[in-house]
């Protein structure tokens, strides 16, 4: 019973920025590491950001320098600050939790719908 919502995708230029949300809905005992993912149809999906409990934030290589991940943990929430966009950011956008769904249960893996995300221009 956790749903994951993203908001924020849309069309850019390159050069451009967008902010990304993503927020996990539902009263739930925990949430653990949460991160940012994107696919574009015919290619694996990759890993954008990750953003552990503790410790620092990993980002694929493609994107550190321009990108930046972060956690309202009181709103349930992460975001990813996208800066410098490229055309080759152009794909669908997909939060992933790590959630505790009920007490004595075991931590498990949550998805968004995914926003897409378009550089173009």
């Known amino acids: 019973q956790v749903q994951l919502v993203e908001s924020g995708g849309g069309l850019v230029q390159p050069g451009g920025s967008l902010r990304l949300s993503c927020a996990v809905s539902?009263?739930?005992?925990?949430?653990?590491?949460m991160g940012w993912y994107r696919q574009v149809p015919g290619k694996e999906r990759e890993l954008v950001a990750n953003k552990p409990s503790s410790g620092s934030p990993e980002y694929a290589d493609s994107v550190k320098g321009r990108f930046t991940i972060s956690r309202d943990n009181a709103k349930n929430t992460v975001y990813l600050e996208m800066n410098s966009l490229k055309p080759e950011d152009t794909a669908v956008y997909i939060c992933?939790?790590?959630?505790?769904?009920?007490?004595?249960?075991?931590?498990?893996?949550?998805w968004g719908r995914g926003t897409q995300v378009t550089v173009s221009g």
């Open positions: 539902g009263t739930i005992p925990g949430i653990s590491a």
């Open positions: 992933k939790a790590i959630v505790l769904l009920r007490y004595g249960s075991t931590w498990s893996g949550s």
